[in-house]
């Protein structure tokens, strides 16, 4: 299996990038941030309590979201392998993931981390606020407390995965097809 961990603030094209890679690759997208998205349309009963902390854009808690993930493994078995996209978003969402690939035979090969400035991120989700209708990139202060809440609770994990021989940074500027090229360099060389 090839399970690859897509990594970055929100607004560095994690969306965008596994789309290509799982068609180069073969695997599952198994992004939380849509899996939520959709619960939320459906009105289910995880839709209802996400959309209380997504439309602040804060973190929706880690039980619901580890369990969210295992429902999603196991409706996936016999996969090639996943691009985990928006998850782990907490020291703890790491630590499980690591376990419930461990209690499956397999585990992370690496981490690509899209590294995007601030004044960048700001003006692509204003952008993408246009084209879509996410409630949390509408208004600049969710943005920012989005970027925030990153920095803060999500880019520690950065360390979990250095310990692990598993970070690797990636330029996420330049055009799409200069950045799944960086990627794939990356993966060729952890897969
Ligand atoms: O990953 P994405 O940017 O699509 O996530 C959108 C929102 O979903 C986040 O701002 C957060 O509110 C919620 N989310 C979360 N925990 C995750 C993934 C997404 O709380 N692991
Ligand atoms: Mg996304």
Do not use: W
Not at 158 to 175: A, L, M, S
């Amino acid at each position: 299996m090839l399970n690859i961990v897509i990594f970055g603030p929100p607004g560095s094209g994690k969306g965008t990038q596994s789309k290509n890679i799982i068609k180069k690759y073969n695997l599952i997208h198994l992004s939380t941030g849509d899996i939520l998205r959709n619960a939320i349309a459906k009105k289910t009963p995880l839709g209802i309590l996400a959309k209380r902390y997504m439309d602040k854009g804060e973190l929706v808690p880690d039980k619901d979201v580890i369990q969210m993930v295992i429902n999603n493994l196991d409706e996936n078995n016999d996969q090639n392998g996943f691009i985990f996209d928006g998850f782990p978003r907490t020291q703890n969402q790491a630590e499980f993931l690591k376990n419930l690939l461990k209690e499956r035979n397999t585990k992370i090969n690496v981490m690509v981390t899209l590294e995007v400035n601030h004044d960048e991120l700001v003006k692509r989700l204003i952008n993408r606020s246009k084209e879509t209708d996410r409630s949390d990139d509408k208004k600049v202060s969710i943005i920012e407390n989005r970027i925030n809440i990153y920095n803060k609770q999500t880019a520690p994990i950065i360390e979990f995965y250095k310990k692990e021989n598993k970070y690797q940074p990636v330029d996420g500027t330049g055009t799409v097809d200069e950045i799944v090229e960086r990627i794939c360099k990356i993966i060729n060389k952890y897969k």
